[in-house]
T-cell receptor, first 112, second 114 residues
């Protein structure tokens, strides 16, 4: 079956620190990979996505590269801000698939 | 475009009461979904629909019902509320005609059953 595994949280960083949140997946078929962000009290928003191997998704200073050989899609940001405090979800869907598979989420807290 | 809208934002129910959570989207998406998110946890799929008149169970359908009479609307019905249904409920939609399009989420309904 299809599944997504994320690093356990919570993650607490100081402002301007480097962020990595690990995500690995198992999938049948050709998955597309996503990172969603959920700010406190809000719904999920798409942060970035990658649709094929070696694609890099990027948005708001965040990046993730689709690594087929390691089945990974790790989220990185060079310098986090307090406003990045949120829960981050890794997810996948299969080509034209109707359903998504979400990871459990990783809570990030950034301290000033 | 308003995107995906949900009402109400908050609701408190007593055990055994019923209610309907409303969800609407104005993006002409065929696929719609209901998820629940328990405190500190990820998303669990309750029901989904691939088009008007077609619905199917997700991971945790017990205690819920859905209908999809139009493309735009996908209400979720709780018949006999139980404390275990205290959660935040998210509705989402997706364009079925694009291979890798993302799901768009509503702002959520926070439900407490006492």
């Amino acid at each position: 079956g299809n599944s997504v595994t994320q690093m356990e949280g919570p993650v607490t960083l100081s402002e301007e620190a480097f962020l990595t949140i690990n995500c690995t997946y198992t999938a049948t078929g050709y998955p597309s990979l996503f990172w969603y962000v959920q700010y406190p009290g809000e719904g999920l928003q798409l942060l970035l996505k990658a649709t094929k191997a070696d694609d890099k998704g990027s948005n708001k200073g965040f990046e993730a590269t689709y690594r087929k050989e390691t089945t990974s899609f790790h989220l990185e940001k060079g310098s986090v801000q307090v406003s990045d405090s949120a829960v981050y979800f890794c997810a996948l869907t299969i080509f034209y698939g109707q359903n998504f598979v979400f990871g459990p989420g990783t809570r990030l807290s950034v301290l000033p | 475009n308003a995107g995906v809208t949900q009402t109400p934002k908050f609701r408190i129910l007593k055990i055994g009461q019923s209610m309907t959570l409303q969800c609407a989207q104005d993006m002409n998406h065929n696929y719609m979904y209901w998820y629940r998110q328990d405190p500190g946890m990820g998303l669990k799929l309750i029901y989904y629909s691939v088009g008007a008149g077609i619905t199917d169970k997700g991971e945790v359908p017990n205690g819920y019902n859905v209908s999809r009479s139009t493309t735009e609307d996908f209400p979720l019905r709780l018949e006999l509320a139980a404390p275990s249904q205290t959660s935040v409920y998210f509705c989402a939609s997706k364009n079925s005609l694009a291979a890798y399009n993302e799901q768009f989420f509503g702002p959520g309904t926070r439900l407490t059953v006492l």
